[in-house]
């Protein structure tokens, strides 16, 4: 079974760019997670989409998006880049049943930014 | 709100020596917790997790974590570490639909 495919792995960009991050999950899992790890925050939250729907958001600009798509696939974008945004970018999938969390997250190994 | 603490940064263990990492939490509902490891340059994947049941709970790889009300506790064990043991260990708890992570300890293993 594959396993969670994050892609690009690694990606540099400037200031004020904007960056789109591809995310495909397990087979059969129904919701992606998006996290971004830093040094210094660690790993916080941005946002959960299910069947579509974003249904859970962290605390992050509105610069900060994303989207899924009918197959499960999510993308996730950072429009006008600054250089705090470098990050390990990890997606995770689980099935996404409904209620609370049962934390059964696989995680993809992650989009490496660096944002000059 | 819910949180966790994991108490220390960096823990260093002599190989076959044991391994605790600390987490504490923080929640207003019975929690769910659970400990990820992260390896380099990797995601994280799920170690072990606590969803009321039994309170001592083991996970792959030897590890095993031991929920106390109490204490607010769930600490992480192994009994002999493993230079392949090193990694980054983080703990979390679920809130409704996410989860919240610590801020993470990395375990050095030396020989």
């Known amino acids: 079974k594959a396993g969670v495919t994050q892609t690009p792995r690694y990606l540099i960009k400037t200031r004020g760019q904007q960056v789109t991050l591809s995310c495909s999950p397990i087979?059969?899992?129904?919701?992606v997670s998006w996290y971004q790890q830093t040094p210094g925050q660690g790993l916080q939250f941005l946002f959960e989409?299910?069947?579509?729907?974003?249904?859970n958001k962290g605390n992050f600009p509105g610069r900060f998006s994303g989207r899924q798509f009918s197959n499960s696939r999510s993308e996730m974008n950072v429009s006008t880049l600054e250089l705090g945004d470098s990050a390990l970018y990890l997606c995770?999938?689980?099935?996404?049943?409904?209620?609370?969390?049962?934390?059964?997250?696989?995680f993809g190994e992650g989009s490496r930014l660096t944002v000059l | 709100a819910q949180s966790v603490t994991q108490l220390g940064s960096h823990v260093s263990v002599s190989e076959g020596a044991l391994v605790l990492l600390r987490c504490n939490y923080s929640?207003?509902?019975?929690?769910?917790l659970f400990w990820y490891v992260q390896y380099p340059n990797q995601g994280l994947q799920l170690l072990l997790k606590?969803?009321?049941?039994?309170?001592l709970v083991k996970g792959i790889n030897g590890f095993e974590a031991e929920f106390k009300k109490s204490e607010t506790s769930f600490h992480l064990t192994k009994p002999s570490a493993h230079m392949s043991d090193a990694a980054e260990y983080f703990c979390?708890?679920?809130?409704?639909?996410?989860?919240?992570f610590g801020t993470g300890t990395r375990l050095q293993v030396f020989p």
């Open positions: 995770a999938s689980s099935l996404g049943t409904s209620g609370r969390s049962t934390g059964e997250l696989f």
């Open positions: 087979s059969g899992h129904r919701s």
């Open positions: 989409y299910f069947s579509e729907t974003q249904r």
């Open positions: 929640s207003s509902v019975p929690p769910y």
């Open positions: 606590y969803t009321s049941a039994a309170t």
């Open positions: 979390a708890v679920s809130n409704t639909d996410k989860l919240i």
